[in-house]
């Protein structure tokens, strides 16, 4: 009789993915071009950085007097010009910790 090593099963734990919250998300959309699917995201955030993505989705979209009424929600001015990519990036650094 031949006896030959038998191999275990190694069982792995797959390695996580990153979580992303719902603002990064939106942000990542934004920075992607992607404003409608920014828009399914941050509707449905009321807090001032979701306001925030949410004026910017009206500032792409050139729906200038939405763009102001969410600034307004999120205590921030509306910016001048053609902007919308500051404004991202200026959104994407407030969420790192230690910024807010």
Request: proline share 7%.
């Amino acid at each position: 009789m031949r006896v030959t090593p038998t191999t275990k099963a190694v069982r792995r734990t797959p390695t996580p993915k990153m979580q992303h919250s719902p603002i990064e998300q939106a942000v990542r959309h934004l920075e992607a071009g992607e404003w409608q699917a920014a828009h399914e995201l941050v509707q449905k955030d009321a807090t001032s950085h979701g306001c925030w993505a949410h004026g910017i989705v009206h500032l792409i979209e050139g729906d200038l007097e939405n763009a102001k009424y969410w600034y307004r929600r999120a205590r921030r001015p509306l910016p001048h010009g053609n902007t919308a990519a500051a404004e991202i990036a200026a959104l994407k650094a407030s969420l790192k910790p230690g910024t807010q």
